[in-house]
């Protein structure tokens, strides 16, 4: 349980680089328990301070249902999950499961990882989600299921990486409804230059912006910090620059019948 020092058990995914790594920094010198998820141990040689690392591939279902199981049967209580791992990529890739690589990643892991946590979510006395999402979603109108379901071009960063991340936030929304005790929040950490935003699924165009433009990663980090540990319970859904923003995309039943299709057989039945 946590602790009554006020320590809180904390897993991260994607916390060895960039806004995940300062944000595993800050939780790690507030005396947390903190636990990352990387797909492999030596991502995580040089983070000091963590309790444990868990091993998985997210873009491999069966991986996630094996680090869930791992961290439910070791940890028994999460208090805080910041499902922060994703992917920004340069071409259209496949996972194993044959799913588009950002609907994959982005959207189907962190979605049947924070599921899968139930049991250890419902065991803490304030239990919190945060997702890192991205900018705009809130004016978005609607969710483009073809983008990700069976895109027949690739567009950088406007294509299945947007609509992943707005998949992701309606569907823990949805989520969220149904999980009262359980807070759940997508937050924008805003534009950030990580080695993400300087990689090649950055549009070139926007690459002398993110020079003199975007924040340092410590940012962002504060950001998700802030979602996670607010007394305002307002701080869920979407959440941009502190603030809960009002989205124009709803999930509709068969929106969410043809998203969560793409889980492989032994997907939770009660979250449907």
């Known amino acids: 349980m946590t602790s009554s020092s006020g320590a809180k058990n904390i897993i991260v995914s994607g916390g060895h680089s960039g806004i995940g790594l300062e ?35 997210l873009a491999d279902q069966a991986q996630v249902r094996s680090v869930a199981n791992d961290i439910v049967t070791r940890w028994k209580v999460v208090d805080v999950l910041f499902n922060n791992a994703g992917v920004l990529l340069d071409d259209l890739y496949h996972s194993p499961q044959g799913n588009e690589m950002h609907f994959e990643v982005n959207t189907l892991s962190p979605y049947l990882l924070t599921t899968l946590l139930q049991p250890a979510l419902d065991a803490s006395s304030a239990p ?90 410590s940012k962002g980090a504060g950001l998700l910090y802030d979602a996670a540990f607010s007394s305002d319970h307002e701080i869920q859904g979407y959440v941009a620059k502190g603030k809960k923003r009002n989205m124009k995309v709803t999930l509709s039943v068969d929106d969410k019948t043809q998203l969560l299709s793409h889980l492989n057989t032994g997907y939770p039945p009660a979250a449907l």
């Open 23 to 57: 944000l595993t920094k800050r939780l790690v010198g507030d005396g947390h328990r903190v636990g990352l998820i990387v797909r492999s141990r030596d991502r995580a040689n040089g983070v000091d301070g963590v309790s444990d690392v868990f091993v998985a591939d």
């Open 128 to 217: 919190v989600v945060v997702n890192t999402v991205t900018d705009g979603l809130h004016n978005q109108r609607s969710l483009k299921l073809d983008e990700l379901i069976s895109p027949s071009k690739f567009r950088k960063l406007i294509g299945s990486y947007l609509q992943s991340k707005l998949a992701l936030t309606v569907l823990m929304a949805d989520l969220g409804a149904s999980w009262v005790d359980v807070r759940i929040a997508s937050v924008t950490p805003g534009p950030n230059k990580t080695a993400m935003t300087g990689g090649s699924g950055m549009p070139a165009l926007l690459k002398p912006l993110r020079s003199l433009m975007f924040a340092a990663p």
